[in-house]
Nanobody
């Protein structure tokens, strides 16, 4: 069992930055590939970014590439998402998710393949 708790969401103006975090507890965090997903009202959940166990392999959705950075600190059991140049269309509930890694390079992009999810943190980008 892995417990995930997001934090750091809030209300920011367009163009500003925000960092959300995901604290993990339970099983050994470093054995899990991690992902950030988001869901806006009336829209389906979508992948934002994913990272492998080691932290040296990442993928991003096209809509956030170049603006968002996913990282992890396995010594602190924490996943991060640094969001820069935020836009109103980034407004959503952001969720972190974990799946047991098959290999050090394993990275997962399909939400349905993740085993554990946090409760989410609201990010609102508005004037």
């Amino acid at each position: 069992q892995v417990n995930l708790e997001e934090s750091g969401g809030g209300l920011v103006q367009p163009g500003m930055s925000l960092r959300v975090s995901c604290a993990a507890s339970g099983r050994v965090f470093s054995h899990y590939a991690m992902g950030w997903f988001r869901q806006a009202p009336g829209k389906e959940r979508e992948l934002v970014a994913a990272i492998n166990w080691v932290g040296d392999n990442t993928v991003y959705s096209e809509s956030v590439k170049g603006r968002f950075t996913v990282s992890r600190d396995n010594t602190k059991n924490t996943l991060f998402l640094q969001m820069n140049s935020l836009k109103p269309e980034d407004t959503a509930v952001y969720y972190c998710a974990a799946v047991l890694s098959r290999s050090p390079s394993h990275i997962e992009v399909a939400g349905g393949d993740y085993d554990y999810w946090g409760q989410g943190t609201q990010v609102t980008v508005s004037t």
